[in-house]
Every structure is written in structure tokens, then in C-alpha cells.
């Protein structure tokens, strides 16, 4: 994991486009499926992703090293994004109901078939979520970053993060549980 130190190595003369290599190397699925996961759409997620490494290329001088280098990147990642999601040609493509793809390849087990399901029934309970619990979720559990760090990412207190995150928790497990029941009794649709 790349530290503040190595980004220092840029003022002192390291080339930009090395260190921005490395990061893109390191982070970038990472800046990527936070993209996707913003705005459920894998094309604005590859242009979000673009543009926020370009923006990262630009502010490598500015990094000040307050948080890690993997929640500046979520940060201007999210920044990014909300930028995206302001714009008209963004709230017209999205009007439209979209789903997000799976993989269509035939697994090749049952066991990849159901672990497949899994996930993708996972990600639809999670996806289901408000946007702010959502949110709290998926850089908790999938990013990894701890409550000072979220807190700092999305400008609110560690205690928001953390009644969210309950709450996130909170429905996502009430979502399986009915799910669960409704698979028990044979229903075709979850509720």
C-alpha cells in the first residue's frame, strides 16, 4: 500500500507519471467499482475512473498526507462522480431502468453457480439500500476503511457513520431474512 512518503517522492523530483502508474496499479479496481457502485452504470464508471485519475495526476503536489492515500482516491473518486451525476446528460441516460450486468458465461460447477448467485443476490440487497447507507456499507466492508476515514471521505461525523452503517447493516439483514422466507415458501418473487 503506497504511503504518504512515497507520495513525498514527487516533489522531490520522482516523475508524476511513475507514481501515477503505481496508483493506478494499486487502486485502480478500487477506484473503478467505487465509481460503479456510485452510479450503477459501467461506461460513466470507466469515465469517472478516467477522469479522477487525471485529476489525481493534477493534485499530486497537493497531497497532504491527512488521510491515506487510498481515501484521498475514494474522495476524489466520489467528488468525481457527484460531478457526473449533476450533469443533465447523466440524469437523462439514468430516467432509463437499467440493471447491472453478470457475467454471462455457464459456470462451469454448481458450486460457481451458486457462489455466483450469492453475490449477485448480495449486491442486490446492498444496491437496494439508500444511497447514504449504501454508501457507508460498501467503503466499510468492501474497501476496507475504518469510521475516522469514511467519516473524513463523506464530510460527516464519525457518529453518522456509524448510525448508518447500523442502519445499512440493519436492513440489509432484514432484506435476506425475507428473502430467505420467501424462498422457503416457494415464492417466485422476492419481496
Known sequence: MLSFEYLEHVQA????????DELMKTYGRDVWNYALFLTRNRELAD??????FVKVYEKLYSYRGES??????????RNTAL???????????????????TADSVPSAEREALDRELVHDTWSV????????????????????????IAQLLGVSEGTVKSRLFRAREQASRKFKQREASAEYGEEEWT
Request: proline content about 3%; glycine content about 2%; charged content about 25%.
Open 126 to 149: 446492498v444496491l437496494d439500500l439508500p444511497a447514504k447507507l449504501r454508501e457507508v456499507l460498501l467503503l466499510s466492508a468492501h474497501h476496507g476503511l475504518q469510521m475516522k476515514e
Open 13 to 20: 523530483g520522482l516523475d508524476r507519471s511513475a507514481v501515477l
Open 68 to 77: 491515506s492515500v487510498r481515501t484521498w482516491l475514494l474522495a476524489i473518486t
Open 47 to 52: 469515465d469517472i475512473t478516467q477522469d479522477a
Open 83 to 101: 460531478d457526473a451525476m449533476r450533469s443533465s446528460w447523466f440524469k437523462r441516460v439514468m430516467l432509463l431502468p437499467q440493471r447491472l450486468l
